[in-house]
């Protein structure tokens, strides 16, 4: 997995004709516009209600308190709280510093850490399922200044107030991993999004499959998450989630994810895989993931309303789906999916 550069340069990418990825362009560009242009489906409908609560609200104890001179003074401050509170924090257009305000451990290499919005009352803008870029500045070989920059996936809520958060596994020689792992409460992290990725929102798929490697398990919580949320109108979608780790210590959120498969029997399952599981005793599968596996537990190429969302380390997904392409694109899909009969209308990788 490496960084995509800008939500432009992917939207251009995805422009390379195949069907996915006239898909997945369409799902992007409706993704930006729903972002730039309408008020989001759910939250932002409720977003449009408080603020025009309160307008009315403010207008009201405005006119009250100024019923001399409301004519031509009332409509400014009221616009200008409006904008305060639905503004959200990211525009895709510049990096935001934000400050670690919390770091909660995950596991023995993977933590989550939550950064503060500028505001308290602003939401993210981040849409699922979306990442982000984040960058810190080094000094190159020459002198000049250059900066490390790579992709992240949010996992809060769509719908979270005035904080984002991020689970980050640390690499040993990871030179972003690490510089995160290393940031104090209190230190600033420079991001900028929301890169689009496959535009949940808008889609209208009921059988979902989902081959994870490790972190590759971000974009499909924000999915998992938003499908089995209380608010969800989601309540067709069934997902079967196929999680590869080396050893039981590299399951992130299993508590999280069984959860979800007790709560939802009929339309949530996950399949843990393991190719190096420690204990004699592990329940799950072992080795890697195979085409039998995916057979067993996934929707078939056939299955109406069906795709599968492969993310993880890129030799896991070039295996599986194919490599995404040089510029980030979905590429063709190939390796074990096409062999399945896969093909890119039913494939996305993240
Ligand atoms: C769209 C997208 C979303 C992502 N979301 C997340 C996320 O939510 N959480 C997260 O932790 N990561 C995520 N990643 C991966 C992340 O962007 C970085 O690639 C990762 O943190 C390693 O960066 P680094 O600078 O620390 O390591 P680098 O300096 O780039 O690499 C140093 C060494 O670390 C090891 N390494 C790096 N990446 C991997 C890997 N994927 N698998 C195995 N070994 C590796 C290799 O040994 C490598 O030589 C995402 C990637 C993409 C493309």
Known sequence: MRFA?????????????????????RQTLGSVR?????????????????????????????????????????????????????EPAFDSKSFLSLKLENIEKINHNTSLFRFALPEAEQHAGLPVASCVITRYPITKKDGSTGYVIRPY?????????????????????????????????????????????????????????MIAGG?????????????????????????????????????????????????????????????????????????FVTPELIKEHLPTPETESSIVFVCGPDPMVAALAGPKAKDKSQGEVSGVLKALGYGSENVYKF
């Open 5 to 25: 550069t800008s939500a432009f340069t992917a939207i251009r990418a995805t422009s390379a004709a195949s069907p996915a990825a006239r898909f997945a362009q």
């Open 34 to 86: 729903a972002y730039s242009a309408q008020a989001p489906k759910k939250g932002g409908n409720g977003l449009v209600l408080l603020t025009l609560a309160g307008l009315g609200a403010l207008g009201g104890v405005y006119y009250n308190q100024n019923k001399a001179t409301l004519k031509t003074s009332a409509v400014a401050p009221v616009e200008k709280v409006v904008e305060k509170v639905a």
């Open 153 to 209: 996936t949010p996992t809060s809520p769509e719908e979270a107030r005035g904080y984002v958060d991020f689970i980050v596994k640390s690499y040993p020689d990871g030179k972003m991993s690490k510089h995160i792992h290393n940031l104090k409460v209190g230190e600033t992290l420079d991001v900028k999004g929301p890169i689009p990725k496959y535009n949940w929102e808008g889609s209208t798929i009921q059988n979902v499959g």
């Open 215 to 287: 972190t590759g398990i971000t974009p499909m919580l924000q999915i998992i998450r938003k499908v089995f949320s209380d608010k969800s109108t989601d309540d067709k979608t069934k997902v079967t989630l196929v999680f590869a780790n080396q050893t039981e210590d590299d399951i992130l959120l299993k508590d999280e994810l069984d959860k979800y498969a007790a709560q939802y029997p009929n339309r949530f399952k996950v399949v843990y895989v393991l190719d190096k599981p420690q204990q004699a005793n592990w329940e799950g599968v072992k080795g």
